[in-house]
């Protein structure tokens, strides 16, 4: 099987990419921070407080987590519910970032993530995906863009889910994640040493078929 790892900071273009590519290369597209996200909303909706390790951690037992794909598009149940529209808000990005940080979360997590690797040609987008996840992946990306091209990419897509959410919010939210991501003791959100580096800053089908291009190239 392929396996195409994209990692880099929120806002980056990670999901667009890994779309667009899953799109034209036929491949499916496994995107990681739905399923941190996922982790998050329960957490939350249990009355813990995400940044509570022990308190999460005594939640994972009762954690039941599947990813499906309907028509093409990933949808996360969480408990039998399908949840895929409720977990794309501000409160639940910095929930996800910090139940990610805590390392019995991540061993939970990770045997599903690389047994749906084993079973399909996957293009994978997180944060640690290439050091961690798939440390083998025929491909890894690390991608990179300014932080007002990033701002403006994340704003969009939370005023679209009906956010009301200034400019100023969306980057002091995303520093403060990209500080806390760089850090954490366990995977840290760093490229792989083998990682590729994609700037997306500017127009994204320069970055669509340069990612193309090299993934053909090392798919021969």
Do not use: W
Not at 150 to 164: D, F, I, Q, T
């Amino acid at each position: 099987m392929v396996s195409i790892a994209i990692d880099g900071p929120s806002g980056a273009g990670k999901s667009s990419l890994s779309n667009a590519l899953a799109e034209r290369l036929g491949y499916i597209h496994l995107d990681t921070g739905a399923i941190y996200r996922t982790v998050a909303l329960y957490v939350i909706e249990s009355g813990v407080d995400p940044k509570d390790a022990e308190g999460v951690i005594a939640l994972i037992p009762k954690m039941d987590v599947v990813i499906e794909y309907v028509d093409g598009a990933q949808r996360m149940i969480l408990c039998g519910e399908d949840v895929t529209g409720r977990i794309r808000t501000s409160e639940i990005s910095a929930g996800a970032s910090a139940v990610s940080a805590i390392p019995e979360v991540r061993t939970f997590l990770l045997e599903l993530q690389r047994d749906f690797a084993r079973r399909n040609n996957v293009i994978m987008d997180g944060r640690d995906i290439g050091t961690v996840i798939l440390p083998d992946a025929t491909v890894k990306f690390f991608m990179t863009a300014s932080d007002d091209a990033r701002a403006e990419r994340r704003l969009a897509e939370l005023v679209e889910k009906g956010e009301k959410i200034s400019i100023d919010e969306v980057k002091s939210a995303m520093a403060t994640r990209d500080k806390n991501d760089k850090s954490r003791k366990v995977a840290p959100a760093i490229p792989a040493d083998d990682a590729i580096f994609l700037d997306n800053s500017g127009p994204f089908e320069e970055t669509l078929e340069k990612a193309l291009k090299i993934i053909r190239e090392r798919t021969k």
